[in-house]
């Protein structure tokens, strides 16, 4: 795995997770668990570890994690209360 198949894994993954937000909020279970199974397969490749990056590339990972991570937070927004009444 080369740096461009690395920021290509992680911007995948960022629009997965977006669209997976964009899903939670609608109530979209179906395309969430779709999605999120797709985000799985695309993370498949990081499992083994991926290169290190420097500079530009190295910015643009930490730019896509944090979106990443943005994106988990909101889509938990969404979920965490809906399981706990679920679980209630």
């Known amino acids: 795995m080369n ?21 939670a909020q609608a109530s979209d279970w179906t395309t969430l668990g779709r999605l999120e199974t797709q985000c799985a ?22 730019d896509l994690l944090k979106q990443i991570m943005a994106n988990d937070r909101a889509i938990r927004d969404v979920t965490e209360p809906w399981m706990g009444r679920l679980n209630g």
């Open 41 to 62: 397969v695309q993370s498949v490749a990081a499992i083994g570890g991926v290169p290190a990056l420097e500079g530009n590339a190295r910015q643009r990972k930490i």
């Open 3 to 23: 740096s461009t198949d690395v920021l290509s894994m992680y911007e995948n993954i960022a629009g997965l997770t977006s669209k997976m937000a964009m899903a």
